[in-house]
């Protein structure tokens, strides 16, 4: 793997800190020490229309930030659900919940 001079790598991730706290709610405020851990190990994925993310029940192992664009969240429930109360911390990402 190439290895960029160290004040290279900060420039880096200072910009990249500055688009994240501009573009997702969550990360506005959160410490500097916070983004020099984070920034290094993010990875841009494209997804395309119709493609599946994850699948109900299965196992995440990564965490995917959505940067531009939209995604359908289909769950199979048997009684009446709001995400609110489930994943309260959805709100912090600007996400539109609705009750279902």
Request: no cysteine; aromatic share 14%.
């Amino acid at each position: 793997m190439i290895s960029f001079p160290k004040p290279l790598q900060q420039d880096v991730i200072r910009s990249i800190s500055t688009i994240l706290e501009q573009r997702i709610k969550w990360f506005k405020g959160k410490p500097e020490d916070l983004f020099n851990k984070i920034v290094p190990k993010l990875k841009l994925i494209q997804f395309y229309e119709k493609d599946i993310i994850y699948s109900q029940d299965d196992s995440a192992n990564l965490f995917y930030f959505l940067f531009k664009g939209e995604v359908q969240v289909y769950m199979d429930v048997s009684h009446k659900l709001n995400l609110k109360d489930i994943l309260p911390e959805l709100n912090n990402f600007n996400l539109p919940l609705a009750n279902y």
